[in-house]
């Protein structure tokens, strides 16, 4: 009889996954906040005493194994977000040969711009990855906020895969949104 009525829903998505290869203190961090933030974390380092349950309690997945051998046991979607910040260039390297050509969410490697050109223009000569390829990645990785603490730093990493929701979690955000406004 002429009244109105609302329609309430909310998305149904599947949870935020965040790869984190490396087990140092960055890395640490980084998944103590993208857990706070709501991403079920994996966390992958070489070193046994840097890939556990007791180093990372809030991770849904630990593995302790040489990066080349983890690879194949990750399940890798469009919405998966990989944060890439273990020991060393070489480290960093040897894991974004591998992600760069998997679907993602979001893709990103600590580092300077420097570190950045010398390793993209390596796999670019390599022709280990496109330009196009290569530059859907972010390094350095996170927000620029000022940090320099490890703290401050897993804070702009989280801030950043927290603004860059996955294609599923913008259209389930903008299918709620035109409900609202309907």
């Known amino acids: 009889r002429g009244g109105c009525f609302y329609i309430v829903g ?13 087990g140092g203190h960055v890395s640490k961090c980084s ?7 709501g ?7 070489a070193r046994e005493a840097f890939a556990n349950k007791d180093r990372f309690p809030e ?12 690879f194949p046991k990750l399940t890798v979607t469009s919405s998966s977000y990989v944060v890439i910040v273990t020991r ?6 040897l894991v974004l040969r591998e ?3 998997q679907p993602f969410a979001f893709l990103g490697m600590i580092g300077s711009r420097r570190k950045q050109r010398i390793i993209f223009a390596q796999f670019t000569q ?3 990855a496109t330009e196009e390829q290569l530059c859907r990645v972010e390094c350095p990785v996170g927000l620029d906020i000022g940090g ?3 703290p401050e730093i897993a804070v702009s990493i989280a801030a950043r895969l927290v603004q860059r929701p996955p294609e599923i979690l913008r259209d389930a955000r903008r299918g709620a949104q035109q409900v609202r406004r309907g």
């Open 59 to 70: 991770a849904e997945e630990t593995y302790a194994e040489e990066y080349e051998q983890v």
């Open 88 to 93: 060393g260039h070489q480290h960093d390297a």
């Open 31 to 37: 998944s103590t906040v993208l857990t706070l933030a």
């Open 126 to 128: 390599d022709n280990l």
């Open 10 to 22: 909310e998305p149904v998505v599947p949870p935020l996954r965040g790869f984190v290869f490396g």
């Open 39 to 45: 991403f079920s974390t994996v966390s992958v380092d």
């Open 148 to 150: 320099v603490s490890v």
């Open 99 to 101: 992600w760069v050509h």
